[in-house]
C-alpha cells in the first residue's frame, strides 16, 4: 500500500513557475513508477509527465514537454513536477500518482495510487 499526499500548489500569473511535491510513504518507493496527471473542471483527468523507479526513464505529455520536468528523490520518497512559463490552459488539479509497472502507458488505469491532488490556478 503506498499513500500520496500532493503540495505546492497554487495561483500563479501566467509565464510564472510552481514546484509541486508528492511524499509517498513505504519503504519501497524505488520500486514505484510515478506519474503526474492533472483534471481541469469538465475534462478528463490528463496525463502530465512519468518517472520510473531509478529516475532514468522519463516521459511529458506533448502539451508540457520543454516547460516542466519531473524528478524524484528516492531518499526522500518524494517526487517533483517542476513548472516553468505557465499558460491559463495549466489550470487544474494536479494528481500524484504510483505503479509497480515498469513502463506504464501515460494512462489513469494504468496507475494503481492516487493522491487527492493539489490546485493549480494560471492567471491571464
Known amino acids: 500500500q503506498v499513500q500520496l499526499v500532493e503540495s505546492g500548489g497554487g495561483l500563479v500569473q501566467t509565464g510564472g513557475s510552481l514546484r509541486l511535491s508528492c511524499a509517498a510513504s513505504?519503504?519501497?518507493?524505488?520500486?514505484?513508477?510515478m506519474g503526474w496527471f492533472r483534471q481541469a473542471p469538465g475534462k478528463e483527468r490528463e496525463f502530465v509527465a512519468r518517472?520510473?523507479?531509478?529516475?532514468?526513464?522519463?516521459y511529458y505529455a506533448d502539451s508540457v514537454k520543454g516547460r516542466f520536468t519531473i524528478s524524484r528523490d528516492n531518499a526522500k520518497n518524494t517526487v517533483y513536477l517542476q513548472m516553468n512559463s505557465l499558460r491559463p490552459e495549466d489550470t487544474a488539479v494536479y494528481y500524484c500518482?504510483?505503479?509497480?509497472?515498469?513502463?506504464?502507458?501515460?494512462?489513469?488505469?494504468?496507475?494503481?495510487?492516487w493522491g487527492r491532488g493539489t490546485q493549480v490556478t494560471v492567471s491571464s
Open positions: 513505504g519503504r519501497t518507493f524505488s520500486s514505484y513508477a
Open positions: 500518482a504510483a505503479t509497480i509497472r515498469v513502463s506504464p502507458t501515460p494512462t489513469v488505469r494504468a496507475y494503481e495510487y
Open positions: 518517472i520510473s523507479g531509478s529516475g532514468y526513464s522519463i
